[in-house]
């Protein structure tokens, strides 16, 4: 264990960015979820909001209770406690997909594009489990990382207007599921019925950052039985 | 139940309070009144305490009626407001009373008003908030804009000073507007001569400017970054797509990103900019973090100054 290296960076009139190295990593991510504990004991209700994500966390500030250089130095002083090689283990989750053309329509896409079988790539989907790296960009979506190599995909190059809920998606090294409809550019390969953003749950994400998560296929009669939806109209085709 | 019924939303009104922080981590944005001077204006007028939750009315076309007796103030963007025909001048409180129709106009000047109510709209917090979000389908009254036949809920309030907001206090909007920017993020990967020309050049509003974010148009300024691991975005944090073209980040903002960014506009000049409708001109100036301290916080004493002042018309 050793001091580890950070960066910090002004952000804008209430907020500071503490960078790490940067690079999708899991001793990174754990130093990552180690400064958020830390910053939240030293800096308490000076706090209004902080964002960690794959190698960097905003911090946001009152500005009206304390100030940039004060934040600054309690920073400083809080980071030093930081060790690398201290590993927090999320808890684990295993959420069920049902992988198939109709729920997946770019089963085929990435079968095709890379010379294997639609099996082959639910196959692999399945063999890893995936860290939370960072939870944004819509309530509950949670960035996992990081896919198999040979399941990398390049976002759509034009970007579907709708995504169904639940859609389990790649983009590059990450794969998510959609926690609502939305627009979307990530590659569809299964419907997960599980919900991943529900405001009347307690706790309202079946995931947090840090976590371990495991996909484990389930059939059509499974995905209905368990609350699932298929979207309608039908997902449309491999096209873009 | 007692409150306010909507006879007609206008072309866009959101129940808000000041936002939802510290939700970040849920992905969940902050929200709030996009101009939140003059909606804080507008509760300080009423005496109410200021994350009490109002309604914010893009554009202009708000109808309601009242169905207990109250008092309101609407501020923000200039717009003929009346209750029941008769003219009410903006930035001041008014009795309205049962059965009053209160009429707010199309906007002449800025984007968005504000409109509160003595008290308050009771709203159920989601989070901790009121905010609506229509991305996310949170706040307000099931995650929606208001619709006709909504009740907004509110207690009967049957005495308040009717204090108002002297003329030479209240905003202007101006159709060249200069943003103060605190630099930051990935400041450094922007060469001196894109800096140069990001300064020195005017940008204009575009038409893709919403409550996530104001897309502007003029020199396009390179990033010798193209590619981040997405990262946290604070509330008017610029960011320059590979398109070179900033977009000021506002308060639906997604809270991730992985375009670079310059840095993030002060807080009231966001407010400025969230008044601006397409074609008004833009210009950056920089500004240190702590000049950018000690605005808000002359900001918030002139504010605090003047509001103990107000008096009764």
Request: proline share 7%.
């Amino acid at each position: 264990m050793s001091q580890a290296q950070y960066h910090l960076t002004t952000a804008g009139e209430n907020a500071l960015m503490l960078y790490f190295d940067q690079r999708i990593d899991p001793a990174i991510s754990a130093l990552v979820q180690q400064a958020c504990q830390l910053i939240r004991a030293e800096l308490t209700d000076d706090i209004i909001d902080l964002l960690p994500s794959y190698a960097s966390v905003l911090v946001i500030y009152n500005p009206f209770t304390t100030d940039h250089y004060q934040v600054q130095a309690q920073l400083r002083h809080c980071l030093k406690q930081l060790q690398t090689g201290s590993h927090t283990q999320g808890k684990r989750v295993e959420l069920p997909v049902y992988y198939s053309e109709q729920s997946g329509p770019d089963l085929t896409l990435i079968a095709n594009s890379k010379g294997i079988s639609i099996d082959e790539v639910i196959q692999r989907h399945q063999a890893i489990s995936y860290r939370v790296y960072a939870i944004g960009f819509a309530p509950g979506f949670a960035y996992l990382g990081e896919v198999d190599p040979l399941l990398q995909m390049p976002r759509l190059a034009t970007p579907r207007a709708k995504v169904p809920r639940g859609a389990v998606a790649i983009a590059d090294r990450q794969t998510a599921v959609y926690p609502a409809a939305s627009p979307g550019g990530w590659n569809l390969i299964g419907l997960c019925p599980v919900a991943m953003f529900n405001p009347n749950a307690s706790p309202v994400m079946p995931v947090a950052v840090g976590d371990e998560v495991r996909f484990v296929a389930i059939d059509k009669n499974e995905f209905l039985r368990l609350g699932g939806e298929l979207p309608e109209p039908e997902l449309p085709g491999n096209k873009p | 139940m007692t409150g306010f019924t909507v006879i007609s939303p206008g072309v866009l009104s959101l129940l808000q309070d000041n936002g939802r922080l510290g939700q970040a981590a849920l992905g969940l944005t902050t929200g709030g009144p996009m101009d939140a001077p003059s909606a804080a204006w507008a509760n300080r007028l009423l005496g109410n305490p200021p994350n009490t939750t109002l309604v914010e009315c893009s554009v202009g076309g708000l109808q309601l009626q009242a169905n207990i007796n109250s008092y309101i103030a609407v501020t923000g963007a200039v717009l003929n407001v009346s209750i029941n025909g008769k003219a009410a001048e903006q930035w001041t409180v008014h009795k309205v009373q049962q059965g009053d129709v209160i009429e707010l106009g199309m906007v002449s000047q800025g984007l968005r008003a504000y409109l509160a109510v003595a008290g308050g709209f009771n709203i159920t917090a989601q989070f901790g908030s009121s905010a609506t979000v229509l991305r996310e389908k949170i706040g307000g009254l099931n995650g929606n804009k208001l619709q006709p036949n909504d009740l907004l809920p509110c207690q009967a309030v049957n005495s308040l000073p009717t204090y108002q907001l002297p003329g030479a206090h209240r905003p202007r909007f101006n159709n060249i507007i200069t943003l103060r920017l605190v630099e930051g993020y990935q400041v450094d990967s922007f060469s001196n001569t894109e800096r140069q020309r990001f300064y020195l050049n005017s940008y204009t509003v575009t038409s893709q400017a919403d409550r996530m974010g104001y897309k502007l148009s003029g020199s396009a300024i390179q990033c010798q970054q193209s590619q981040l691991l997405s990262e946290g975005i604070c509330y008017g944090a610029v960011q320059i797509p590979p398109d070179g073209q900033p977009i000021v980040l506002l308060n639906d903002r997604q809270t991730l990103g992985g375009y670079p960014k310059i840095g993030a506009v002060l807080s009231l000049d966001c407010a400025l900019l969230a008044q601006a409708p397409a074609g008004t001109r833009v210009y950056f100036t920089p500004i240190s973090p702590q000049h950018a301290h000690n605005a808000l916080c002359l900001a918030k004493v002139y504010t605090d100054a003047i509001a103990g002042q107000l008096v009764s018309v």
